[in-house]
């Protein structure tokens, strides 16, 4: 039994997480009030504020300090207890979740038991820092990130119900990942396997018994999940103030605290009377980019949801680092683009650039006084160029490896079964 | 079919769960949050604890200006100085001098303004804000800031942005007399002016209460003419008295503090932010010996007694803040505790204090987290409805994804 086997690596990989998160010195680093690692709507401490506003009858969504889902407030005041020590068991708990999902759609892809990469995708995701600090900072965006795994999962397995409950959920928890709805459905429809190498029209690739109606009753499906679930959130709301404080607050970002995002100093400085117009350009923009990817990646459903995870890694209103950390991770399930890859050094390189000097211009502006935040700006706008690059680096490859050509594809050093 | 079947069924449940819950629950729920959060404010309170404002500010004028003022300056920053200490931050000061003494060229130790002879401790450092400078300090701008009547493009950091449960800190400082107070050797304000200033934030409810405190010649005239309720005020001498410097410093060649101020500002140096002394215990150690001069208090607008009135209720940037510790074994009891963390020294005495405080705390608060409303049915009854809101959907949710992930 070598240790790299994904039987023994993956309790190794997940006792060490635990070990991480249970270390004491973990508790004096101050992460939770990270402003790189939460953001307003997914902050463990606004979760609490609320939760403890629910306990005592006022209601959470009256003031401007909770954004979080009514589905965290009865999650957390039932099933849950909200002491530290259970929180953080219970979030790399999570991300093991996220991390098995992420192991499985691997497999799904080649649909194989197991593979020898097994251990090194798993280890992507759990040791990645980007998704390692901001679950140690007991940040809410790790529900996301597995919520979002396991739909792909359950995509790619096939299994239209608990897909599209998942997502319903997800939804309800982070707005904008609507945007991967289509994406989704593509996938259900077809498969997840590779065929970027062998890029044709849908109607090629797509499942025996997919049709127009089939997908009619998917779309209704989540809609019906949905509305359940909203009648849920607002039966623990106690009323219908929710909505604008969890969708509305993604819509017209009324909190501007800072984080990697792109949105929060452009709002700063935003003129009142041109801020309606701008949050339409900011959240129609985002829907720019769902057709043409879908189009472009229909033989590849998997791929097409890649590039809108690596869209919405860019993007979203209120960014943590787990955002582009969930599109990092999940290039370890398309090896086959890594000889096509044009940019690869770069990318790298401003990734480490941007994660060096996000917490330092944060500390010189917000703990010594000695910079500004156009400081911090600036190392939001190289988080940016980094995300950017991966993923243009990503669809590139994406497309190019339709071509071929490359020496170490002939090699076999790809463990990708390309149809 | 079976899947449209389940979910119209749950869904229909759900739907007459959420009106049942509805009608009962809107109804109570709008008087249950006021009650909680009054409640929050007077809990606390009990024996010990009577004051009820949430934030502080203070107002910190120098009227003159001008290097053989010195003193005047030292004083308003030196009360600065203490004020911040104690946990007032600069955006809740309005701190107005003339500022002209730490850069005058007469100045043996430029950009230092001292308070005491062997000029131990500089008062103007590299971290101090001044609101007014120089001639913006004048009456005008003084009511201005008091009644918050302003244009619209004076910034935020000049104005006194109070609310009716704001305590705010009122020093004066110059040369005065009988009901007059000299700005800046051009004009005066008068003890009227003052006192209607007081209304008219009294009527926008622009605080909870004030405590005024002058240190200038004939200085208790000056709020003899005060009408509007919790003001308390006190001065530095009676009307026909000077008050007088304390000491001189001989390489700054002017007087570098006033007695009355010294002798405040002294006995603010042995308070820190969890101090439980109070306002009487400061008037106490007013005498005519010391001070030279007859101090005066006026508390008869003053609403609670003086000898439970904290000095950081005025002077400290304290607020009532509430533990809560899920893991602590037993509840810990809430004292008036800052907005900062651990105090720096707690001196024997206010240890002792806090200590018989947390003891007698600890009784009151165990265990009592529902809040009290008029019957306690209705309470439990809108604890247990809140309970079954938060469980049902729990259940609703859970059971949905447990049912559609494990099917089929």
Same mark, same amino acid.
């Given at each position: ?133 901001? $679950? ?237 935040? $156009? ?45 | ?23 009962? /629950? ?157 700005? !800046? ?17 009294? !009527? ?13 010649? !004939? ?100 607020? !009532? ?12 009891? /809430? ?74």
């Amino acid at each position: 039994m070598d240790w790299r086997e994904f039987r023994v690596a993956f309790p190794l990989l997940v006792s060490c997480r635990l070990l991480l998160a249970l270390t004491p010195f973990v508790n004096s680093l101050g992460l939770d009030h990270n402003h790189q690692l939460s953001s307003p709507t997914n902050s463990y401490v606004r979760l609490q504020e609320g939760l403890f506003l629910f306990k005592h009858d006022i209601d959470p969504y009256a003031g401007g300090s909770f954004y979080h889902s009514p589905l965290y407030l009865s999650l957390f005041t039932t099933v849950l207890p909200t002491s530290r020590f259970v929180s953080r068991i219970v979030w790399t708990m999570l991300d093991v979740l996220g991390a098995w999902a992420l192991v499985n759609i691997w497999r799904e892809r080649q649909s194989v038991v197991r593979t020898s990469r097994d251990t090194l995708v798993a280890a992507a995701y759990l040791l990645n820092p980007y998704i390692l600090l901001p $679950n140690l900072a007991l940040s809410t965006v790790s529900f996301e990130n597995t919520l979002q795994l396991l739909v792909l999962l359950y995509a790619c397995r096939r299994r239209p119900s608990p897909a599209l409950l998942l997502a319903a959920i997800l939804i309800h928890l982070s707005l904008y990942s609507a945007l991967l709805l289509p994406s989704i459905a593509l996938l259900l429809l077809s498969s997840p396997h590779s065929h970027l190498a062998n890029p044709k029209f849908f109607t090629a690739y797509r499942h025996p018994n997919a049709s127009l109606s089939t997908l009619l009753s998917y779309i209704g499906e989540c809609v019906l999940y949905s509305v359940v679930l909203c009648l849920c959130c607002t039966v623990v709301a106690g009323g219908w103030g929710w909505v604008e404080k969890t969708w509305g607050v993604v819509l017209t970002l009324p909190d501007l605290t800072p984080n990697p995002g792109l949105w929060w100093y452009f709002f700063t400085e935003m003129f009142d009377h041109f801020r309606p117009f701008f949050l339409m350009v900011f959240s129609v923009h985002l829907l720019i980019y769902v057709a043409p990817v879908c189009l472009k990646f229909q033989h590849d459903p998997l791929f097409a949801s890649f590039a809108l995870l690596g869209v919405l890694g860019m993007f979203k209103p209120y960014l943590t680092l787990a955002d582009p950390g969930l599109f990092l991770s999940m290039y370890s399930v398309f090896p086959e683009i890594f000889p096509y890859l044009s940019h690869p050094l770069p990318t790298t390189l401003l990734h480490l650039h941007a994660s060096l000097l996000l917490p330092l211009f944060h500390s010189l502006w917000l703990n010594q006084g000695t910079g500004n935040a $156009n400081f911090f700006y600036a190392s939001t706008l190289v988080l940016g160029m980094a995300n950017g690059a991966a993923l243009v680096d990503a669809i590139w490859a994406g497309l190019r490896i339709a071509i071929g050509g490359k020496e170490s594809e002939d090699e076999g050093e790809i463990a990708v079964v390309q149809e | 079919m079976r899947l449209l079947f389940w979910t119209t069924t749950s869904l229909l449940l759900l739907i007459s769960f959420f009106t049942f819950v509805s009608t009962g /629950s809107f109804a109570t729920e709008t008087a249950i949050p006021q009650d909680a959060a009054r409640d929050f404010f007077t809990r606390h309170a009990g024996p010990e604890k009577t004051s009820n404002h949430t934030n502080n500010w203070a107002v910190l004028v120098c009227s003159s200006r001008y290097w053989f003022n010195y003193r005047h300056m030292a004083n308003a920053l030196g009360m600065y100085r203490t004020v911040k200490r104690l946990g007032i931050p600069d955006s809740n000061i309005i701190l107005m001098l003339a500022d002209d003494v730490a850069c005058n060229a007469r100045n043996k130790f430029p950009a230092t303004v001292f308070s005491n002879q062997g000029r131990s401790l500089d008062l103007y450092g590299e971290n101090i804000e001044v609101d007014y400078r120089g001639y913006e300090v004048t009456v005008e701008n003084f009511i201005r800031v008091l009644t918050g009547r302003m244009d619209s493009s004076v910034p935020r950091s000049k104005r006194l942005l109070t609310d009716d449960r704001s305590n705010v800190f009122v020093y004066m400082t110059g040369h005065g007399g009988n009901e007059f107070l000299k700005f !800046q050797d051009n004009e005066e304000i008068s003890a009227f002016d003052i006192a209607d200033a007081f209304e008219q934030m009294w !009527q926008k409810k622009r605080y909870n209460e004030i405590f005024f405190m002058i240190d200038t010649c !004939q200085a208790n005239s000056m709020f003899s003419k005060i009408y509007s309720p919790n003001i308390l005020a006190t001065g530095s001498s009676e009307v026909g008295e000077n008050s007088y410097s304390y000491e001189n410093d001989n390489d700054v060649g002017v007087a570098v503090i006033d007695t009355f101020t010294h002798y405040v500002l002294q006995f603010m140096e042995g308070i820190n932010k969890t101090s439980q002394l109070t306002m009487q215990d400061l008037f106490n150690t007013f005498s005519f010996d010391k001070i030279k001069s007859t101090p005066g208090v006026r508390s008869d607008l003053f609403g609670r007694p003086l000898d439970r009135t904290l000095i950081t209720d005025f002077l400290g940037g304290v607020a !009532q803040v509430e533990l809560v510790d899920e893991d602590a074994s037993a509840e810990e009891p /809430s004292f008036s505790a800052d907005n900062f963390s651990e105090p720096e020294s707690p001196s024997d005495e206010i240890l002792l204090a806090v200590e018989a405080e947390l003891r007698s705390g600890n009784n009151i608060s165990r265990g009592d987290r529902t809040p009290t409303t008029a019957t306690n049915v209705d309470s439990s009854w809108y604890g247990l409805v809140k309970v079954l809101r938060a469980w049902g959907s729990a259940a609703v949710v859970g059971g949905l994804i447990g049912w559609i992930v494990t099917s089929r």
